[in-house]
């Protein structure tokens, strides 16, 4: 399995990122999928998922309200939509897939990892 971020970059407070990720090398719909990002000298925290079908997600508190996770199994993608940024998210955001199907939102459950895409917002 191989995912591949993108739509990173930099954008001003109350702005706007939508994320991609592109999933590649077994059945997409196999596997649940996650979000989440690393800020300079934190440890990685989840951000959002999302199960195998999209039936079902989860947020971080942070993330409540201002983010939404989708998914395309047709296109085998899985997007981040990004609303109301603030400083804090800046980070390098990472896509990551599990082979549980059911939403899970801890490091430890997830099998593969993109290598991130940088967002930064300014204040």
């Known amino acids: 399995v191989q995912l591949a971020e993108s739509g990173g970059g930099l954008v001003q407070a109350g702005g706007s990122l939508r994320l991609s990720c592109a999933h590649s090398g077994y059945t997409f719909s196999s596997y649940s999928m996650g979000w989440f990002r690393q800020a ?16 079902n997600s989860d947020y971080a508190t942070s993330a409540k309200g201002r983010f939404a996770i989708s998914r395309d199994n047709a296109k085998n993608m899985v997007y981040l939509q990004m609303n109301s940024l603030k400083p804090e998210d800046t980070a390098t955001y990472y896509c990551a897939a599990s082979s549980y ?11 593969y990892w993109g290598q991130g895409t940088q967002v930064t917002v300014s204040s």
Do not use: S
């Not at 300079?40 to 039936?55: D, L, M, S």
């Open 40 to 55: 300079p000298g934190k440890e990685r925290e989840f951000v959002a998922a999302i199960n195998w079908n999209g039936g």
């Open 101 to 111: 199907t059911i939403v899970v939102n801890t490091t430890d459950l997830y099998d």
